[in-house]
């Protein structure tokens, strides 16, 4: 159970850190951002929230999150 919540905050930090990368690199403001990389930042956010999803796919299949022991 720790391990499950482990990896969907993991996969939420990244997912996260992604939007907020080109802001941090000095891009400026948010529209110099989008301007700069929005099919990258778009595309690692969204891989990011997929890992999220498969990993509490996975541990509702393994019964860890279901209330099954």
């Given amino acids: 159970m720790v391990g499950t919540v482990l990896r969907v905050l993991?996969?939420?930090l990244m997912a996260g850190a992604?939007?907020?990368l080109p802001r941090l690199s000095g891009a400026g403001s948010w529209t110099v951002a989008w301007r700069w990389a929005p099919d990258i930042t778009v595309g690692a956010a969204l891989l990011g929230l997929l890992g999220v999803a498969l990993v509490i796919r996975a541990a509702l299949a393994r019964g860890r999150l279901g209330g099954r022991a």
């Fill in 10 to 12: 993991l996969g939420l």
């Fill in 18 to 20: 992604a939007l907020f």
